[in-house]
């Protein structure tokens, strides 16, 4: 006959040995919902979660692209740039022109655009989480052909007045560093015509602007205007996306650094014809 107090020990192994078991299996099995856990996700779960990857990007900034009137096609750096990172996922595309920056930044916080693009600016930065530069821009003053401003440094004086397109890059920085010029704010750019009757009718002395929009102005005039031979602003245009999508930023940071050491976007920028800017190196 067994001793009840061996018989109580025994069951006592057994009872803590399946409680150390599952303990084990609890322990192995992470919690359902844990925010600590992140499940590996695809480059094409991560940008292009519909199937098609959709861009915005800004359709009157040459810099980005340009859009023939006609036939709506976009060309340029940007849609070169969505084309391929489309085709390394094996996916559709899209690349949606807007007229400025608050339409890229609320295409990204709706939902409507996967990626986007914009000139890099502490302010953009508050609504908008910024990726890696693609190509540097470079900003210039357009003043008329006669116009006895010669250099960068000779715009921030008293009586010059300075124009410049509201919440475009340019005149974000006119408007925080000069300081004795006056600065002008316009809602849109203006067309060829009044772009040139306002430096030729000395309604503003000088535009802040993109050396390729200003060398465009510029052989639109016939010479009647031209660009200042500095550039008073070097500006990273950059992929940006919805606040706090890390993922998107990381697959995005991968294709970036390919077409750098692959050479596309000097190619690009040969297709494109475009003088005012350069590859981003970093």
Known sequence: MRNPLETGKDTDVRYLTALLAACVLVLSRPPQGDPYVVEAQSPVSVLAPTGTLRAVFLGSNPVHGRVDPKTGT??????DLVAELARTLKVTSTAQPVPDAAGVIAALKNGTADI???????????????????????????VRADSPLQKSADVDRAGVTVAAIKGQSQQLFVSRTLKQAMIRVLDTM??????????????VDAFAINRQRGLDAQAASSGKLRPLPDNFMDVEQCFVVEKGAS????AIEQFVTTVRQSGFMNASIERAKLAGVSPARK
């Open 74 to 79: 976009a060309t340029g750096p940007v849609p």
């Open 116 to 142: 986007g693009f914009l000139a890099y600016d502490e302010t953009r930065a508050r609504e908008v989480d910024f990726g890696p530069a693609f190509i540097v821009m470079h900003n210039s003053y357009l």
């Open 190 to 203: 203006p067309p060829q015509a009044e772009l040139e009757s306002m430096l030729i009718g000395k309604t």
């Open 247 to 250: 993922a998107k930023l990381k």
